[in-house]
């Protein structure tokens, strides 16, 4: 089946920037997600960005989407302690969305 | 109110016993879906409704069933529940780009 991988977890200093990495194999996705959980919740769309954009951004958060290596991240600039969870990459292809593993970010004081 | 509401929100049942899990949502979406969420394995599609009449198995379909009683209405039966069945499940809904979650439903089958 189609995929969808990232790395489990991220630490960060806060005030740095966080990148998340996120790969995906099915070449007929149509829209690619960033989702965020924090403890107890479920989970919250951040971002997405449209399979034919190579870029979007949306105040404190830039979406990078390369088409060809299925590649997308998702940079936090200024990373906050609030920012602290989860981070779900998903792909969509108008029938169901596949989800990555998580990314837990964590933002050390 | 949530857009999404799972009931209940915890649940520990012994191995063998039907439980159902369900969803309700307030969106009008037709989308509908069941995952899954285990360590490390992030979010596992279990089944997807479009419409009323629509039913289709995600990935891990297996020992799983659903029922659509109608478009706010996705409910997920465990016939025969079994330990590696214990996980936090979430009900979803969609329409187009963005798709909204239930609060999840914590399962422990012991």
């Known amino acids: 089946g189609e995929d969808v991988e990232q790395s489990l977890f991220l630490s960060v200093r806060e005030g740095d920037s966080s990148v998340i990495n996120c790969t995906y194999t099915?070449?007929?996705?149509?829209?690619l997600y960033w989702y965020k959980q924090e403890p107890g919740a479920g989970l919250q769309l951040l971002t997405y960005i449209f399979s034919n954009m190579d870029m979007k951004q949306d105040q404190r958060l830039t979406v990078l989407l390369n088409k060809k290596d299925k590649h997308l991240s998702l940079r936090i600039a200024d990373t906050q302690t609030g920012n602290s969870a989860i981070y779900f990459c998903?792909?969509?292809?108008?029938?169901?969305?596949?989800f990555g593993a998580g990314t837990r970010l964590t933002v050390k004081p | 109110d949530a857009d999404v509401t799972q009931t209940p929100r915890n649940r520990i049942t012994k191995t063998g016993k039907r439980i159902m899990l369900e969803c309700s949502q307030t969106k009008g979406h037709d989308r509908m879906y069941w995952y899954r969420q285990d360590p490390g394995l992030g979010l596992r599609l279990i089944y997807y409704?479009?419409?009323?009449?629509?039913?289709n198995k995600g990935e891990i379909s297996d020992g799983y069933s659903v029922s659509r009683q109608a478009q706010a209405k996705f409910s997920l039966s465990l016939e025969s529940a079994i330990p590696n069945q214990t996980a936090l499940y979430f009900c979803?809904?969609?329409?187009?780009?963005?798709?909204?979650f239930g609060q999840g439903t914590r399962l422990t089958v012991v």
């Open positions: 998903a792909e969509s292809n108008n029938n169901d969305m596949r």
């Open positions: 979803a809904t969609s329409w187009g780009t963005e798709a909204f």
């Open positions: 099915d070449s007929s996705s149509t829209y």
């Open positions: 409704s479009f419409d009323v009449k629509d039913i």
